[in-house]
Nanobody, 129 residues
Framework: VQLQASGGGLVQAGGSLRLSCAAS????????IGWFRQAPGQEREFVAI????????YYANSVKGRFTISRDNAKNTVFLQLNTVKLEDTAVYYC???????????????????????WGQGTLVTVSS
């Protein structure tokens, strides 16, 4: 599975941005799709995940209530809507795909980067004051 993240850019604090993750080269509708981010000088961290069915989503506490993850299986695309962005949201955002038919319910699982075999190249989000 190849993943292509896009939609990053420069946004003012308090503004909005929508990231997209387009998948190709494999099955998409039966995979959980997640977003991670890595800020300068920091470790990569979990942001959000949507299960393959689209009926359950999980978010990091730092983005809960501000970010929304969704998917369009007909277009093999997952979206991450960033609202009310903060300076600390500045990072490279990576989308990732899990193994087929894996349904995520435990934070100890979906927070773990090792459970995701496929990663996109990342898209940079820069929040300015």
């Amino acid at each position: 599975v190849q993943l292509q993240a896009s939609g990053g850019g420069l946004v003012q604090a308090g503004g909005s941005l929508r990231l997209s993750c387009a998948a190709s080269g494999g099955t998409f509708s039966n995979r959980g799709i997640g977003w991670f981010r890595q800020a300068p000088g920091q470790e990569r961290e979990f942001v959000a995940i949507i299960n393959w069915s689209g009926d359950s989503t999980y978010y990091a506490n730092s983005v809960k209530g501000r970010f929304t993850i969704s998917r369009d299986n007909a277009k093999n695309t997952v979206f991450l809507q960033l609202n009310t962005v903060k300076l600390e949201d500045t990072a490279v955002y990576y989308c990732t795909a899990g193994p087929p038919n894996t349904y995520y319910t435990s934070s100890s699982t979906y927070n773990d980067q090792r459970v995701y075999p496929y990663w996109g190249q990342g898209t940079l989000v820069t929040v300015s004051s």
